[in-house]
């Protein structure tokens, strides 16, 4: 098992979190055709990358630093 299990626990929990912030940017592109307010999109995609990609970079860390 790896030493840094904290690490990778806590890179999927951004994951998850990027993964839900992923799907409410989903839920508002459909309802945005008619609203028009493409910013809140931008910032709601950025938000869930800003999440997603340094979980993804944690874990990756994690597994190749925390070998016993």
């Given at each position: 098992?790896?030493?840094n299990?904290?690490?990778?626990?806590?890179?999927?929990?951004?994951?998850?979190?990027?993964?839900?912030a992923?799907?409410?940017?989903?839920?508002?592109?459909?309802?945005?055709f008619?609203?028009?307010?493409?910013?809140?999109?931008?910032?709601?995609?950025?938000?869930?990358?800003?999440?997603?990609?340094?979980?993804?970079l944690?874990?990756r860390?994690a597994?190749?630093?925390?070998?016993?």
């Amino acid at each position: 098992m790896y030493k840094n299990r904290g690490w990778v626990s806590a890179g999927t929990a951004m994951i998850g979190a990027g993964l839900a912030a992923l799907v409410l940017f989903v839920l508002l592109l459909k309802d945005s055709f008619n609203a028009g307010d493409y910013l809140s999109l931008v910032v709601v995609f950025l938000l869930s990358m800003l999440f997603i990609v340094p979980g993804i970079l944690i874990i990756r860390w994690a597994k190749k630093n925390g070998k016993k």
